[in-house]
């Protein structure tokens, strides 16, 4: 399972109200007893913040709002100690304005690095050169730069250039990049939109009935396969089993299969209809039927995530209840595939609730990026006033509180984790679905031999009776979890109670 921690929401270790990497290092221990298996961390270089971290100035240093290049080292070495593995994110889609590279570029048409970015002539209409539509709000995807004339691309904000990959010094200096954070000795990077990567060498428009859609989520070149297939070759060159898992952000699944390759590209993609799955057996279904046919069995593995940075909580989603996001924790870690959980899931967090006045992001995500409660201190382990406020309920949904409660929702997340670690049907058997009444998804978990673990999730408010096709298949198996605590130890149910879910092995 793959922890991502948002830095500057996660702990704060100089007591600035903004979390560090030295808060991080601080709380391993929490995910080591958690059973955290590898953290993703949310970008941390030099940036001036236009869009938190997603702005890059340096790839290769550490902003001093968040400590510095030792910080990391020394997160690396400790989190490697207690048996986790560091997956950083990658941004190289786009840099910051203010990184040296651009300064450069926008110099002069003349300059070396004015080919390492996108520039064009404006239109013959005088506008900018193509439709394409930035995200985060209805503008072109263009900038025009007084200085020179000429526009430049930015999927994203402006102040957001995008890198121009088709051009091998690019590539070079990207790649020595990633080799600079591998042989610091992180176990691999998560690749912010890698399917931008690659572009229409023409520019063409957006088709008219996408006019409007930002260009992100509508790029998909088959100029960005060479460009994985390069940084796979890279990756793997390092002997110790290193990884790249892909934001794809594309809705379509068989559209992001192809990203995996002929196992040559990503070892993992990010699977996004799941995110935004509402909480219904049959929704699920169709996700779920719909990933295993779309990836190749042997070269492309799932991924499954229900909350990230970017998207409100899944407990907010599914209608704020935690009987559902108890569910949900067995849904998530029941699956084939890899999961990956969002710092605050364990604790059944909310989003906060961001007054206007308080609001800094652009895309509008505050609330799900809230700070992490840690005890029953008035600030819950931050200052009384941090970056932003924090989510509700915090003063019985913080870790030291729900770690001292066995029944809690903490050690449910544990429980599921401890089983994960202790049965290779869930860590890397296949998955076959049962015949279960409506509103309920059972599935089994199985390798070669004896060993398989049975999954039900109630997706209904009602009492459901699981009825005389099941018995067969649970007869003799034992309640091993239980999204409510209730039964643990003992036979298997003959009803699901509202939105619980249960994982069952043989007696």
């Excluded at 948002?6 to 991080?24: E, K, M, Q, T, W």
């Excluded at 070892?267 to 295993?292: G, K, M, Q």
């Excluded at 509180?401 to 050690?411: E, G, Q, V, W």
């Amino acid at each position: 399972m793959v922890y991502q921690i948002y830095p500057r929401s996660f702990a704060d270790s100089n007591h600035d109200g903004i979390g560090d990497l030295g808060g991080v290092r601080d709380r391993l221990g929490h995910l080591a007893w958690l059973g955290v298996d590898a953290i993703w961390l949310s970008p941390f270089y030099r940036s001036p913040m236009a869009d938190f971290g997603y702005d890059v100035a340096d790839y290769c240093d550490v902003d001093p709002l968040f400590g510095a290049l030792d910080d990391i080292d020394g997160l690396i070495a400790d989190a490697h100690a207690l048996g986790i593995r560091v997956v950083l994110d990658w941004v190289p889609n786009h840099t910051s304005e203010q990184h040296p590279w651009f300064v450069e570029s926008r110099s002069s048409t003349a300059d070396p690095k004015r080919e390492w970015y996108v520039w064009r002539d404006p239109s013959p209409s005088g506008g900018p050169p193509n439709n394409w539509r930035a995200a985060f709000s209805p503008v072109p995807a263009w900038t025009l730069d007084p200085t020179t004339g000429q526009y430049y691309l930015h999927c994203f904000l402006p102040q957001q250039p995008d890198l121009d990959w088709s051009n091998p010094r690019v590539v070079e200096a990207m790649h020595g990049v990633l080799r600079f954070w591998l042989d610091r000795g992180v176990d691999g990077v998560r690749i912010d939109v890698v399917h931008l990567l690659g572009k229409d060498p023409d520019l063409a428009d957006d088709p008219p009935e996408s006019i409007g859609l930002p260009h992100v989520g509508l790029n998909d070149r088959p100029e960005t396969h060479p460009i994985l297939r390069d940084l796979r070759r890279l990756v793997d060159g390092y002997e110790d089993d290193r990884m790249m898992v892909g934001e794809v952000y594309l809705l379509d699944v068989p559209r992001m299969a192809k990203y995996y390759g002929r196992g040559d590209e990503l070892h993992l993609s990010f699977n996004f209809p799941a995110l935004y799955a509402e909480w219904d057996a049959d929704c699920w279904r169709e996700v779920i039927d719909t990933t295993t046919g779309a990836l190749d069995p042997i070269d492309a593995w799932p991924t499954w995530v229900l909350s990230n940075h970017d998207n409100p909580r899944h407990r907010n989603r599914y209608g704020g209840s935690e009987s559902r996001a108890r569910a949900a924790a067995v849904l998530l870690l029941g699956l084939r595939g890899t999961p990956f959980l969002y710092a605050g899931e364990e604790l059944g967090l909310l989003d906060a609730e961001v007054p206007p006045d308080r609001v800094v992001d652009p895309g509008g995500r505050d609330g799900c990026r809230a700070p992490i409660p840690w005890d029953d201190s008035v600030g819950h382990g931050w200052t009384t006033d941090p970056w932003l406020p924090l989510p509700p309920e915090s003063t019985v949904r913080n870790v030291a509180h729900l770690r001292s409660n066995p029944a809690s929702i903490l050690h449910l997340y544990r429980r599921l984790l401890e089983q994960r670690h202790a049965s290779l049907a869930l860590e890397q058997g296949d998955q076959t679905f049962l015949a279960t009444p409506p509103g309920v998804l059972g599935w089994i978990r199985s390798t070669v031999g004896d060993d398989h673990r049975v999954i039900l999730v109630n997706f209904t408010a009602s009492i459901v009776e699981l009825g005389a096709d099941l018995d067969p298949v649970i007869a003799e198996h034992l309640v091993l979890v239980a999204s409510d605590g209730v039964g643990e130890g003992g036979p298997a149910p003959r009803t699901l109670g509202p939105d619980q879910a249960v994982l069952l092995g043989p007696s």
